[in-house]
């Protein structure tokens, strides 16, 4: 049995496509253009590969980017000062600082500061304490891009049985709230799991995201489940750098009936839904519709 590739990158442009849609309506009809802001603190090479490509994709689907370059030894009172100024700024929709920040520089307080409304990382706790109560919350990029797509592929989710490998705040736990939103029976596993490999031997739906090279083997696998590769790692393999997941690829695609490639899988699904949670936040700060097909 060969999998399906579900084609994250094919995906992300048909999202960045919906959204481009989407602001062009708010331009024509409103006279609204949704802006991003994007804060570097820092020269971290691939922080900043990341936030070029995010200005860019901002740029072409018609939205506003605003970057903030600030350098490494920029103070935790200027840093603050400054997103206080994009929580004030009327044309700034989302708001996002680039992690990792420099050591001297307290990660969880400089999150927090963000607007809960303008935080289109979904990080905010209390976006975070949102999504884990039900309610109408800004969501994680990367969990709300493998939700878009397993919704793509199988329809309704209700009843089937999830299991997300992976317990962090950015992947693992939002993944298994969005999961249990869409009436899935979900499992958190991680890598002390008991049994791991039965654990996840009984998933409809894997989601991997524990950041540990191919850690997941094809017998682990059920037959015809769906397998979501959150993991990106790159490994030295034939005297070359190459990149794979979480999961050993070829030994699960002999087994699943579907999954994501890395790279190219659910990668590209996160800047497109930075996009579509900009668009989203804009449309809330104005009380119109949020967009269809881009919301958790």
């Not at 103070?75 to 050591?103: F, M, T, Y």
Request: with cysteine; net charge negative; charged share 20%.
């Amino acid at each position: 049995m060969a999998a399906n590739i579900i084609d994250g990158k094919a995906f992300a442009a048909k999202v960045r496509g919906q959204v481009a849609e989407h602001v062009a309506r708010l331009k024509e009809v409103h006279g609204i253009t949704p802006g991003l802001a994007v804060v570097l603190v820092g020269e971290d090479p691939a922080s900043q590969v990341y936030v070029r490509s995010k200005g860019k994709q901002t740029v072409e689907v018609g939205m506003n980017s605003y970057e903030h370059k600030l350098d490494a030894e920029t103070s935790e009172a200027d840093l603050l000062a400054l997103i206080d100024q994009l929580n004030n700024d009327p044309a700034v929709h989302g708001i996002l600082v680039q992690l990792p920040l420099p050591k001297h520089l307290d990660e969880d307080l400089v999150i927090n500061s963000i607007a809960p409304a303008k935080d289109v990382d979904g990080f905010h706790i209390s976006n975070v304490g949102l999504l884990g109560t039900g309610q109408k919350s800004m969501v994680p990029c990367t969990p709300l891009g493998c939700l878009m797509m397993l919704r793509d592929y199988h329809g309704s989710l209700s009843g089937m049985d999830a299991v997300v490998i992976g317990r962090s705040n950015i992947v693992g736990k939002p993944m298994a709230q969005l999961l249990l939103g869409d009436s899935c029976t979900v499992t958190i596993a991680h890598s002390r799991t008991k049994d791991l490999p039965d654990v996840v031997r009984r998933a409809d739906i894997v989601v991997a995201a524990v950041g540990r090279p191919e850690m997941v083997p094809g017998d682990w696998i059920k037959e015809g489940a769906t397998v979501i590769d959150v993991g990106i790692n790159r490994i030295e393999r034939d005297g070359k750098n190459v990149l794979v997941g979480d999961v050993d690829f070829a030994s699960a695609a002999a087994r699943a009936g579907a999954i994501t490639p890395v790279p190219g899988g659910v990668g590209p699904m996160t800047i497109a839904c930075l996009l579509a949670n900009t668009v989203t936040a804009c449309c809330r700060a104005n009380g119109l519709a949020e967009p269809e097909g881009l919301t958790a």
